[in-house]
């Protein structure tokens, strides 16, 4: 056998371990991970033997000779990459090897484990379709303001990686720009203090000095409106056209409603108003 084999591993529980995880470890020739040490502790508790094993480092600042040479031994050893927790490929490094990988007619296996997005929205209670995963939204405030016009666009659960520490200053930005939104905070997930927390956005900061702003983060927020890729002007046109053969306002509102996402009573005003 060879190829790159992608490995998931524990988030926090290692006993959520999978045995194809388990028996592929054990298989590989080469182990490529983001911090050695995490991996090899990892391994005392799995009761993985690395002896006779090369375990390497790969991380975001890895070179591409590096890369290269990872593709070389791909083609007849197996390769196995893993992160220090959940998939290798979900806002870590692997994803640029994968790419050249492909370039490169290698065979890429994966090998699933507990997904922190997975595990989020199941706990969060929020609609799980359509969910969209923005990774880690960035340091500055207007990385997370343009994840939030995302947001803001697009329905459904959007689900944001972060650590602790921006979390409270993500959340803050958030809570204020979406205040009528549904919000679940998950930390520690799978862990011993795992814990979650539901809210509204504008009740952040009555609940913010209860939450322990330690360890690791999940942010999940629910955009209940579905909007429409039909301009407003558009849709208000063809209304307007549909009244004067004798529709009726109310009916009509109710239908554009539910297309555009927008309260029926506003879409009932705006009907009014461009008929006078």
Known sequence: M???YLVGLPIGNNQDITLRALNTLKEANFIYCED????KELCKHIDVNLVGKSI???HDHSSEL???KIIEKAQDSICVFVSDAGSPIISDPAFPLIK????NSIQ????PGVSAVNTALELSGLPPIPFHFHGFLGRDKADIKNGIETIKSQYGTHIIFEGKSRVEKTLDII???LSDYDIVLARELTKDFESVYRFKGSDFPKLKSEIVMKGEFVILVYNSQKSSSVSNEAVLKL?????SKGAKPKLLSKLIAEITGKPSKEVYDQLNQSRQ
């Open 2 to 4: 060879s190829g790159i």
């Open 239 to 243: 209304a307007q056209d549909i009244l």
């Open 100 to 103: 050249l990988a492909l370039e």
């Open 108 to 111: 890429i296996k994966t090998i």
């Open 175 to 177: 809570s204020q720009e």
């Open 56 to 58: 390497e480092s790969f």
């Open 36 to 39: 050695t040490r995490v991996f």
């Open 66 to 68: 590096k890369s290269q």
